[in-house]
């Protein structure tokens, strides 16, 4: 998976209770998002980064943010998990803007809200 | 929406067949990619095609864009059960991916 890890691969919690996931990389690329993945709407964005400390939103942001202290880390919260975030998140790389390269996609991780 | 669509959204055909799959998209683009996704992994880039080519070949694969009529296709030639997968089209306008729902393939031994 191109150096790409996110952790935890599978969680479950409870609605109200904030939790964080984290995407690391060992390819020191600048380029980093977020996306989530559901039935019937693919994947979309949730947040990306263009740098250290570079963050936009995506398609879909609304009770999510991220943060990036280091190339190697881009880390995503949920504040206050709710039912409708139950999805498979999904943390990619790029090594230059969409414009012009691909991306790379880590393994996943399953959120459950309960 | 520049939102890709892909067609169909299955398709199972017998192993050494080749399997066709479109997209097609609402607003101009920059660059259009295909991706695929086996079951519980993540998403694996396959060809890049940019909007002044037509065609692109990558081994088995071959991608053609038609910005006129605002569509792509994949064709996977001589098909094997490993090719088994959903594949997504993904547009790029402003420096974003737009994903589609995906075609799910399957390939019968």
């Known amino acids: 998976d191109a150096g790409i890890t996110q952790s935890p691969r599978h969680k479950v919690t409870e609605t109200g209770t904030p939790v964080t996931l984290r995407c690391h990389q060992t390819?020191?690329?600048?380029?980093m998002y977020w996306y989530r993945q559901d039935p019937g709407h693919g994947l979309r964005l949730i947040h990306y980064?263009?740098?250290?400390?570079?963050?936009d939103k995506g398609e879909v942001s609304d009770g999510y943010s991220v943060s990036r202290s280091k190339t190697e880390d881009f880390l995503l919260t949920l504040e206050s998990a709710t039912s409708s975030q139950t999805s498979v998140y999904f943390c990619?790389?790029?090594?230059?803007?969409?414009?012009?390269?691909?991306?790379?996609f880590g393994p996943g991780t399953r959120l459950t809200v309960t | 929406s520049q939102q890709g669509e892909e067609d169909p959204q299955a398709l199972s055909i017998q192993e050494g067949e080749n399997a066709t799959m479109n997209c097609s998209y609402k607003?101009?683009?920059?660059?259009l990619q295909w991706y695929r996704q086996n079951s519980g992994r993540g998403l694996v880039h396959l060809i890049l095609?940019?909007?002044?080519?037509r065609e692109k070949h990558s081994g088995r694969l071959r991608v053609t864009l038609d910005t006129s009529k605002k569509s792509s296709s994949l064709l996977i030639t001589a098909s094997r059960a490993a090719d088994t997968a959903s594949y997504f089209c993904?547009?790029?306008?402003?420096?974003?991916?737009?994903f589609g729902q995906g075609t799910r393939l399957t390939i019968n031994p």
């Open positions: 990619a790389i790029s090594a230059g803007t969409t414009l012009t390269y691909e991306q790379y």
């Open positions: 390819e020191n690329h600048r380029y």
């Open positions: 980064s263009y740098g250290v400390k570079d963050t």
């Open positions: 607003t101009s683009i920059n660059n």
């Open positions: 095609i940019r909007s002044n080519e």
């Open positions: 993904a547009t790029v306008g402003a420096q974003k991916l737009v």
